[in-house]
């Protein structure tokens, strides 16, 4: 082979690996936009990629378990959407100070074929299906739907995009948006985990547990009075790849090596002989 055989091929292999770099970059860098939109004060995230949740098995199994189908009908019903063809995507946040980690949810809904106006309009005709009414009200963040009850506001992000949740939450949303309180990004672990379930997938979700979780976590994951293949958890990943349409995997984050690998010598363990307090599952 010729030197300058040789280094052309050399070139072609450079080419192939920095495109591939480039594309994987991209995909990282779009996971994470959730996170730079998001809350810091945020304790979980579910995102779901409504177009490719309708072809992968195991993410419309997963859709259906926290999606109650009443909540779509009624959607339909009332708003004349089908919310997986109307959505691009959507995120789910919980989140709250520290004495209170868990006690806020927020809804940030991205439309494909529904606008944004159509989405708050949506929100609206739910609103006062329910003997509510609505108000537009100005804040220091922004101009919101509120309903009169208190208990839920929506904010146009831009022309396909809304917010919604309690006026706290869409306020410190749009207050993030601005840059006037810090992102979920900063947060490194979150980051860490998120960036590994994120890319690619149809649905994701991320989940750092307060610190009296953790002690529930290990009861959970004991059988009888045997040891935790939980113990140490402090944190928890889950994702569907777009591309693999009948796998869902779990990632746990736990204190240290020692205890993960322990936790997964347990779980090889009932794998091949399950307890006998286990019920096969089919």
Not at 14 to 29: D, F, K, N, P, S
């Amino acid at each position: 082979m010729s030197r300058s055989t040789k280094v052309a091929g050399a070139a072609v292999i450079a080419t192939v690996v920095l495109l591939y770099a480039i594309i994987q970059q991209g995909r990282t860098l779009r996971a994470e936009r959730a996170l730079h939109e998001l809350p810091k004060t945020a304790r979980a995230v579910l995102r779901i990629d409504a177009a490719a949740v309708a072809d992968s098995e195991s993410a419309r199994a997963l859709f259906d378990w926290f999606v109650p189908a009443e909540r779509l009908s009624e959607v339909e019903a009332r708003c004349g959407l089908v919310p997986l063809a109307a959505l691009g995507d959507a995120t789910v946040w919980v989140g709250g100070p520290q004495g209170e980690p868990l006690q806020s949810i927020g809804l940030l809904l991205r439309g494909r074929t529904a606008d944004a106006e159509t989405l708050a309009e949506c929100y609206r005709t739910l609103v006062e299906a329910r003997g509510g009414a609505i108000d537009r009200v100005a804040t220091p963040t922004g101009a919101l739907l509120r309903s009169r009850d208190g208990l839920s506001a929506l904010a146009q992000v831009d022309d396909r995009t809304v917010v919604t949740g309690s006026t706290h939450t869409v306020a410190e949303f749009l207050a993030v948006k601005r840059g006037m309180v810090p992102s979920l990004v900063e947060e490194t672990r979150f980051r860490d985990i998120w960036s590994r379930v994120a890319v690619g997938a149809a649905i994701a979700g991320v989940f750092i547990a307060p610190p009296r979780w953790q002690s529930a976590f290990e009861r959970l994951g004991a059988i009888g009075d045997r040891a935790s293949a939980l113990a140490g958890v402090e944190g928890l990943g889950i994702t569907t790849r777009a591309k693999i349409p009948t796998a869902l995997t779990v990632m746990l984050e736990v204190t240290d090596s020692e205890v993960a690998r322990r936790n997964a010598a347990l779980m090889e363990t009932w794998l091949e002989a399950p307890p006998d307090t286990v019920e096969p599952y089919l």
